[in-house]
């Protein structure tokens, strides 16, 4: 908002690409689907600016500024926002931004990208929560629909204040590369991360005519016109003081297999007259070259959240070994610890965001594969059940890197320890990813660790509890 008081103006046209996918829920129903994306008067989808300002208020509060002078706040004393985001509109396969009612001779020229843009479901991500025995906890299987890895997005966001120069403007942009500004749901769950393609900034000073009479020239804004100064070079990924960084560079041991897929990779050859039963998860991206987007099909995904779930079981594991608290026996502990709940987040009561950043990896090559037979075996006659018999398509060697971050808050030494000790049972093959775990499979073992920040955290906060 405008305030004869805030005479400075700074505005940025700036552009997103999506590092994973974005699901930013709709409020209408599906019958086929769980959720929905929210969609442009065009059909395609959008990011609210409720949601973008929402998410840099909540980094704000993280960097422990005056949110409520910047963002505005409701109460006795009603303070305006003198922050200002627009929707965040999505770019075509020209690498343009679509703002607006298109005209029908558009509306029906859609190609590949866009045709998948417009689709129901561009991504449809299944997600199911285990409990003890490795079984769908009841109530907890759903899916989910989100934009591809690679969708681009522009939006403008202005700033007003009374100081030309102002250091917060900088301090504001920064806000869009820190590890919290993650967009849309599923966010602790491999969703959401976005990279900077671009900041296009302009400032205005409306005490002088000429720069007031600029500024009406340049609105409505021009989302294609990318005038400003380019900032693109100073906004980049960064670290945050309160987080923790750890990295594991894994190397399968055998086969593996994350997910299921709806498409088998590779050609199967003449000894196999149908797809695989089971196959590896992949999904479609969208890559950019010179302006000009492309799509590759079928690259091969790990989702963050069956990376997750697994260090979750195992860092519990860990955490009530470490204070002697077993099971009985008679029935499994259904206990959760409430440091539990901090580090790997709930959907009880209110619900509380994790802790624990991880992204979803997409592989750049594709490991080696092969196709495996899979019977049952009538234990009384020795022969084959009918109906038992099915395939499974499997990924041989390769690997990938683990990459996350865990926000520092009030964590006990004991629970980094725990969380840290499950990292190790996955970097030295002793807690299995995927699927067919009791077969051999999703066995990994680290080529390289990082997890020196993690184990001065642990440190630290025992030196404090001494």
């Known amino acids: 908002m405008l305030l004869y008081n805030t005479p400075i103006f700074y505005s940025a046209l700036v552009t997103i690409e999506c590092a994973t996918p974005l699901s930013v829920k709709a409020d209408e129903s599906d019958l086929t689907i769980d959720s929905r994306i929210v969609r442009d008067v065009n059909g395609y989808p959008t990011i609210p600016g409720t949601s973008i300002a929402g998410v840099l208020r909540s980094v704000a509060r993280e960097c422990n500024a005056e949110e409520n002078s910047l963002f505005g706040a409701a ?20 690498n343009q931004p679509i703002v607006g009612l298109l005209p029908a001779e558009q509306r029906n020229t859609e190609n590949d990208i866009e045709t998948l843009l417009k689709d129901l479901m561009p991504i449809l991500r299944d997600q199911v929560a285990l409990n003890e025995y490795g ?16 969708t681009r997005f522009s939006f403008e966001l202005n700033w007003a204040t009374d100081k030309p120069n102002d250091d917060q403007w ?33 400032m205005y000073n409306f005490e002088e005519q000429a720069e007031l009479n600029r500024w ?77 987007a492309g799509l590759q099909n079928h690259q091969v995904v ?8 697994a260090l979750r079981h195992r860092t519990l594991f860990h955490y009530r070994r470490l204070h002697n608290d077993f099971t009985d026996g008679s029935k499994p502990c259904e206990r959760t610890d409430k440091e539990l709940k901090d580090l790997f987040g709930t959907i009880e ?38 109906g038992a018999l099915f395939s499974e398509q499997l990924l041989y060697g390769g690997g990938f890197k683990l990459e996350g971050q865990i926000k520092e808050t009030q964590q006990s030494s004991e629970l980094l320890q725990a969380f840290r000790l499950a990292l190790l049972d996955l970097a030295q093959g002793r807690l299995a990813l995927g699927g067919g775990s009791t077969k051999g499979h999703g066995y990994f073992q680290a080529k390289s660790m990082h997890l020196t920040a993690l184990e001065q955290a ?9």
Request: contains cysteine; aromatic residues 8%; charged residues 30%.
């Open 75 to 94: 109460g006795e004393e009603d303070l305006p926002s003198q922050i200002q985001v627009s929707f965040g509109f999505i770019h075509n396969a020209n």
């Open 135 to 150: 079984a769908a906890k009841d109530g907890a299987k759903m899916d989910r629909t989100a934009v591809p890895k690679g």
């Open 170 to 202: 900088h301090k504001i942009l920064a806000w869009l590369c820190h590890p919290a500004f993650r967009l849309g749901g599923l966010t602790r769950r491999g969703f959401g991360k976005v990279k900077i393609v671009s900041i296009k900034q302009q």
């Open 216 to 292: 009406q020239q340049n609105r409505p804004l021009d989302f294609n016109a990318q005038k400003g100064e380019d900032l693109s070079g100073q906004f980049q990924q960064r670290e945050a003081a309160n987080y923790i960084d750890f990295a594991i560079d894994l190397e399968a041991e055998d086969f593996w297999r994350i997910g299921q897929g709806d498409k088998a990779l590779g050609t199967l050859g003449k000894d196999y007259d149908k797809e695989p039963d089971l196959k590896p998860y992949t999904e479609t991206v969208i890559h950019w070259q010179n302006d000009q």
């Open 302 to 309: 790990i989702p963050a959240s069956g990376i997750k779930g």
């Open 349 to 386: 009561e209110r619900g509380l965001a994790g802790a624990i950043i991880l992204d979803d990896i997409y592989l750049d090559k594709t490991p080696d594969h092969k196709v495996m037979m899979h019977n049952k075996i009538d234990r009384f006659t020795g022969g084959t059940i009918d």
């Open 458 to 466: 642990e440190n630290n906060k025992q030196e404090k509890s001494a």
